[in-house]
């Protein structure tokens, strides 16, 4: 047992928790859209005009603030209005990118907007600028938003929507530095300022552009955006971070041995490092907050499950994707005064999804168990959290304690995780300036190789969990390899 003095004080505000950290991403990508959330009509698999209600069900539960879709490399693919209309008639096209399978287009905007209200939560385009055009990009803000006599509101009208929808997020292409049309950040930069100019806000709706940001390190496209871009409507800048550290041996997500997990681990931590590289040039140009960083694709990326098609990208989900979530929601926690959106990738059997399907089946990951232990913090505004930790592994960033604390509405919600694979951690914490009379906890601990299958789909599973107040203080102890989350009252 190992002993952690940690100290809380909610008097100092370091951010306030936009939900929308909390957010996901879908793509045209393997059984993501379809099997894993869209159906059809005619399944024997319950379904609201399509889409899965057992899938609806467990995105509601986690509050899901914001769906991004329809990718991903696909975006800059895409052409929307083949996925408009009589299903029948739908053309078919080649998923070029994911497997060169057939995209029938059965999943297009109006089943998205059905979706994302089913969930309630918000939509959030990427549109296609690598391979689309100014004037497509234009008709679709069009058709999706317009409200009076126009040839995209008539067309949306005779497609059985007579009411425009309420777009928020719009994207301005996806990783145009690369499957988006491999541009120099200047260039991009104008292109940007191209497609953006004919975005427009109708009736009343109020676009949030985004730009395409950069991939991990590249400080300099985030500049060349900043010193280019910042005056012409851009209200969020992407970035892109898979947790691979190394790309030619990537490594199944079930079989690691402890190096592995403790590289992993350090891979993720390299998140912090790379916001606070990029919030400081952000700072530089914008003060004042006004432009987001929305970490937009962000998760462990590993070898496809054996026997399954390598253009799928279709993962297991174990204990140690678990810790891998809660540590880097912590830190998107910490840094939500300029990242203000997040987005797993990607929701639904995909990359480290939070549901797996088969058939009829569907089951939660442990990732999906820490959105669950995290959810409270959604709108909550992120106080000062301070831990005396330790390092795990040497020449590796391994904390062995990851924390953060929100307060909302009088109640505190601490999100903590023990990321040692040996050591329970005993935590005493000073809480400053809440009055708290109440304590609860819920907990996920298990192996670090465990993980739910179609027959076992609750191995791991959120338990309650114990921790006690007393005159100001907080102690909880976390088994290895675990994550908590304590509410106080
Ligand atoms: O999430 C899988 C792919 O990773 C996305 O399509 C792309 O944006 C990124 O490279």
Redesign the pocket.
């Known amino acids: 047992m190992k002993q952690f003095k940690m100290l809380i004080n909610a008097s100092d505000k370091i951010g306030h928790i936009n939900p929308e950290i909390y957010g996901h991403?879908s793509?045209h990508?393997g059984r993501c859209i379809y099997n894993g959330i869209y159906v059809g009509e005619d399944s024997k698999i319950p379904n609201i005009h399509g889409i899965r209600k057992d899938v609806v069900e467990a995105f509601k539960n986690i509050k899901m603030p914001v769906l991004r879709w329809p990718?991903?490399?696909?975006a800059d693919e895409y052409h929307w209005k083949d996925g408009i209309g009589d299903k029948a008639q739908r053309k078919k096209m080649i998923n070029t990118?994911?497997g060169g399978v057939v995209e029938d287009n059965s999943f297009g905007t109006h089943e998205f907007f059905e979706l994302c209200e089913l969930v309630g939560c918000e939509p959030y385009i990427a549109g296609n600028v690598g391979s689309g055009t100014v004037q497509e990009l234009s008709e679709w803000v069009e058709y999706m938003t317009f409200d009076g006599v126009s040839p995209m509101a008539e067309l949306r009208g005779k497609n059985g929507r007579e009411k425009p929808w309420k777009l928020k997020y719009l994207g301005i292409g996806?990783?145009n530095w690369?499957?988006?049309g491999n541009m120099r950040p200047e260039f991009y930069a104008d292109v940007y300022k191209q497609f953006q100019s004919f975005c427009k806000n109708y009736s009343g709706n109020d676009l949030f552009k985004i730009a395409c940001g950069p991939s991990g390190d590249d400080y300099n496209w985030t500049e060349v955006m900043m010193k280019n871009v910042k005056d012409y409507h851009m209200k969020g800048l992407s970035l892109?971070f898979?947790y691979v550290p190394d790309w030619n041996n990537k490594g199944f997500a079930t079989e690691f041995d402890e190096n592995d997990y403790y590289t992993i681990l350090s891979t993720a931590n390299r998140i912090e490092t790379l916001i606070k590289g990029h919030t400081e040039i952000m700072n530089r140009y914008d003060p004042e907050n006004k432009i987001g960083l929305i970490v937009d694709?962000w998760g462990c990326?590993y070898d496809v499950e054996k026997g399954t098609n390598p253009g799928f990208?279709y993962q297991q989900n174990t204990m140690r994707d678990a810790i891998v979530a809660a540590l880097s929601l912590n830190i998107f926690n910490r840094h939500s005064k300029r990242v203000i959106m997040a987005n797993l990738?990607?929701v639904v059997n995909?990359?480290q999804a939070v549901i797996l399907t088969d058939g009829e089946k569907m089951l939660l990951t442990p990732t999906y168990h820490v959105f669950d232990l995290y959810k409270e913090h959604q709108n909550g505004d992120c106080v000062y959290c301070y831990t005396d930790n330790e390092n795990l592994c040497d020449g590796k960033n391994v904390p062995m304690i990851s924390s953060s604390a929100s307060v909302k509405d009088g109640v505190m919600t601490i999100t903590l995780a023990n990321a040692s694979l040996n050591d329970e951690a005993e935590i005493s914490c000073d809480i400053c300036n809440f009055d708290a009379k109440e304590v609860t906890a819920r907990i996920l601990a298990d192996d670090v190789h465990a993980y739910n299958d179609f027959d076992a789909p609750e191995n791991v599973k959120i338990k309650p969990y114990t921790a006690t107040l007393e005159n100001g203080k907080l102690k909880v102890n976390l088994p290895a390899c675990s994550v908590v989350e304590i509410t106080l009252k």
């Open positions: 991403f793509e990508l990718g991903g490399c696909f990118n994911w996806n990783e690369g499957c988006g892109h898979y694709e990326w990208l990738a990607q995909v990359l």
